[in-house]
C-alpha cells in the first residue's frame, strides 16, 4: 500500500508540474532574439473572395478570405496555447514578425519583445532607444503579432517549426471566422486589415497557405 501511494503522489506531482509548464509557455513567449535582417519589405495585401469551411470542437465553422496576404519577417517571438479552447485549437501558435527599420536594427535596440495571452509587447527606456526607427508609431507600423491557422496537416507542421530569430515568409489570406454549434453558441474572431492600428483587434488573423525558411 505504502508503495501504491508513493506511486499516486509521484504522479500527482507529474500532472501538476506538467500543467504549470503548460500554463507559463502558454502565457509568455519563447523569448525574444537579438537576431537583425535589412531589406525586409513590407507585407502585400491584395483584396479577395471565397472561403473555406471546417468543423472543430463541435463547431460549423466558415473562414472568409477578406484579403489575400503575404508576409516576410524576421520572427520576433512565438508564444504557444495548449489549452483547451476554439481559439487555441484553430491557432495553436501566435507569431510575432518584424520588418523594415524594426528588422533592420533589432541588434542595436533592445525592443524587449515579449508575448504574453495573445498579444505582442515591447518597451523602450527613452525616445533615443528608438530614434534609428523612428517613434512608437513606426515600431507599430513596422511589427506585428499573427495568430496563424494551418490550412492542412503539412503547414500545421511547419508553423510549429517556426522559432524566434527565423526569417520567414508566410503566404495566406487574412480571414473572418464564425463558428456556430447546434446548441446555438457562437463564436467569432476577425483579422486586422491594416498595420497602423494597435491594442485588441489589431493583430492579424491568417490563414496560412504555405511556409518559407529564407
Known amino acids: 500500500m505504502g508503495k501504491m501511494h508513493a506511486i499516486k503522489k ?25 537576431r537583425a535582417i535589412s531589406g525586409i519589405k ?15 470542437d463541435g463547431y460549423d465553422i466558415d473562414i472568409t478570405y477578406m484579403y489575400e496576404y503575404e508576409i516576410e519577417g524576421l520572427v520576433l517571438t512565438t508564444n504557444h496555447h495548449y489549452w483547451f479552447g476554439i481559439d487555441n485549437d484553430l491557432s495553436p501558435i501566435d507569431v510575432g514578425l518584424g520588418w523594415g527599420d524594426v528588422a533592420a536594427y533589432n541588434n542595436v535596440i533592445d525592443f524587449h519583445w515579449s508575448q504574453h495571452g495573445r498579444f505582442l509587447y515591447w518597451k523602450y527606456k527613452s ?33 510549429k517549426r517556426i522559432h524566434a530569430g527565423d526569417h520567414i515568409k508566410l503566404k495566406g489570406y487574412l480571414v473572418d471566422i464564425y463558428g456556430t454549434k447546434e446548441d446555438g453558441t457562437f463564436f467569432s474572431w476577425t483579422s486586422s486589415t491594416v498595420r497602423d492600428d494597435s491594442g485588441d ?14
Open 127 to 159: 525616445y533615443e532607444d528608438i530614434a534609428r526607427v523612428g517613434d512608437e508609431y513606426d515600431v507599430n507600423i513596422q511589427s506585428s503579432n499573427n495568430h496563424l491557422i494551418g490550412s492542412n496537416s503539412s503547414i500545421k507542421r511547419k508553423i
Open 10 to 34: 509521484l504522479l500527482v506531482y507529474t500532472i501538476a508540474i506538467l500543467i504549470f509548464t503548460m500554463s507559463v509557455r502558454m502565457l509568455f513567449s519563447d523569448g525574444s532574439t537579438r
Open 201 to 214: 483587434g489589431a493583430c492579424e488573423l491568417i490563414y496560412v497557405t504555405d511556409v518559407e525558411w529564407l
Open 42 to 56: 513590407d507585407p502585400i495585401q491584395k483584396e479577395a473572395d471565397g472561403g473555406t469551411t471546417m468543423e472543430l
